[in-house]
């Protein structure tokens, strides 16, 4: 059939314009995503001189709301309001290399110690910074149900169980009572299904269920409280940090694979989307979906000692 040159001129008119509408769809799906969570260029307000940042492994959020930033600098523990503002600061006493903090269901803050020498132990301590527990010694190693080994991270049940992840050279998690009486433990260093190569992070989802950030296998493994294996994700990269908000979204930090932040169902682990601005090792979310995060190391983002906030769209 013979085609005219006019006919091949409005297809080839058609083909232009629905590349066009195609592109310009495109590029509005990529600014919506890019535009989900924009970075607060103002958040924190700059510390006391006397203050300088040092690396922050972990952030977290009481139940009023102030920010709380754990870094390695004097002193370990930075307060601050919803502005951004520095209100108080504490821990030079208690706390000699700083890595997991995390506020627990009745309001408490508890925090992890991984100094080779001088740390080891798990702290729990009201919004003051008044000491109220202390698991484990200081300066001793082992593993035994109240000695760590370098500890990276605490979670605490609604009925006040607490959850080590006795991460950094120990690669197990143990379990105690409200009072601090040792339960159990589970995992040893490995690959396979319930072992463990450097539990970094740990959470308990609405179902109860511990979730472990399995930093050096890339994944996050998934057990009931009593150690039985469930299930593991892959998908959120190299996890150095866990938080679950209280729409069941999972937040996953990871500064090393991704350098961002992804989040998902905290059910099902589906990806919903990831954070860029940010190589976060530690992350925190508030009550308006604002995501707090804190940097270890410098990289294309910045320098690695700061708290930064990505506001939700």
């Known amino acids: ?94 706390i000699a290399r700083p890595h997991g903090f995390r506020v627990a269901p009745d309001g408490s803050l508890w925090a992890t110690d991984y100094h080779r020498q001088n740390g080891h132990t798990v702290t729990k301590f009201d919004t003051s910074g008044r000491v109220l527990l202390r698991l484990g010694a200081r300066g001793f190693t082992g593993t035994g149900p109240n000695t760590f080994n370098g500890p990276a991270d605490v979670a605490v049940a609604p009925n006040g169980d607490v959850f080590v992840a006795d991460g950094h050279w120990n690669n197990r998690i143990v379990k105690f009572n409200a009072e601090g009486r040792y339960l159990l433990e589970w995992g040893k260093k490995g690959s396979g299904p319930g072992e463990l190569d450097v539990p970094h992070s740990i959470v308990i989802d609405a179902r109860g269920r511990v979730m472990v950030a399995d930093r050096s296998n890339e994944r996050v493994q998934i057990f009931d409280q009593e150690g039985n294996y469930l299930t593991e994700w892959d998908q959120f990269g190299r996890p150095s940090g866990l938080f679950i908000d209280d729409n069941d979204v999972l937040y996953v930090a990871d500064y090393e694979v991704k350098r961002g932040v992804t989040y998902g169902s905290a059910e099902d682990g589906a990806v919903m989307g990831f954070i860029e601005g940010s190589e976060a090792e530690g992350v925190v979310v508030d009550a308006d979906g604002n995501v707090y995060t804190g940097e270890v190391t410098g990289g294309e983002s910045g320098d690695g000692m700061i708290i930064r906030k990505f506001i939700k769209q």
């Open 1 to 94: 059939m013979h085609t005219s040159s006019n006919d091949k001129i409005f297809h080839c008119s058609l083909c232009l314009q629905l590349i066009s509408v195609l592109a310009l769809f495109a590029l509005a799906s990529n600014l919506s995503v890019a535009q989900e969570y924009v970075l607060d260029p103002d958040w924190p307000q700059p510390l006391p001189e006397e203050i300088v940042w040092g690396q922050v492994p972990n952030v977290t959020m009481d139940h009023e709301g102030f920010i709380y930033a754990f870094h390695r600098s004097e002193p370990p523990v930075l307060k601050f309001d919803t502005d951004g503002n520095l209100v108080d600061s504490w821990g030079t006493e208690w």
